[in-house]
């Protein structure tokens, strides 16, 4: 019997003025960023968790806390890469995942494959399993007022 298991991450960042906004592994050309102790990929940040709890293995505070100058200003693909390859050595293969960003602006349809084939070559798996969608939220809450930017994320893995 393969043994499935499934995964659920959330990951809230505030954005502010002059900041890098980086999604998904790309870079967004952007008046604002997120706030962070890291690069603020809060997409990656919800992807991590929902990896690491679909194996029961705590979550990225856990795994990467921001009280470690070791990951001040980190690229979260290497988090991405480290989740991936901690996976592997507990015998798991990544099924699929999927995550929704919500952010009232800007448009991001123009980077989602884009973000796909960054999230697919972290996790070594095809861009056909990879998900990302982005919704606004019709202006309502923290989102909508442009004062933070949400990500939420499931992912299935499996040992064979
Ligand atoms: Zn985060």
Redesign the pocket.
């Known amino acids: 019997m393969t043994d499935f298991r499934i995964g659920h991450g959330y990951?809230v960042?505030a954005l502010d003025d002059g900041l890098r906004l980086v999604l998904g592994g790309v870079e967004i050309p952007h008046a604002k960023g997120c706030v962070?102790h890291?690069d603020?990929d809060?997409a990656i940040?919800a992807l991590c968790d929902a990896l690491l709890g679909a194996a029961a293995l705590g979550d990225?505070g856990l795994h990467f806390p921001d009280s470690s100058d070791e990951f001040r200003g980190i690229d979260s693909r290497i988090l991405l890469r480290r989740v991936a390859a901690l996976l592997r050595k507990k015998g798991y293969a990544i099924g699929n995942v999927d995550c929704t960003i919500r952010m009232q602006r800007p448009k991001l349809r123009p980077y989602i494959d884009r973000m796909r084939e960054a999230l697919a070559a972290d996790l070594g798996i095809d861009a056909d399993r990879v998900s990302v969608k982005a919704t606004t939220t019709e202006q309502l809450g923290f989102e909508g007022r442009e004062e933070g930017v949400s990500v939420s994320a499931v992912a299935l893995i499996f040992r064979p």
């Open positions: 990951d960042h962070a890291s603020g809060v940040h990225i």
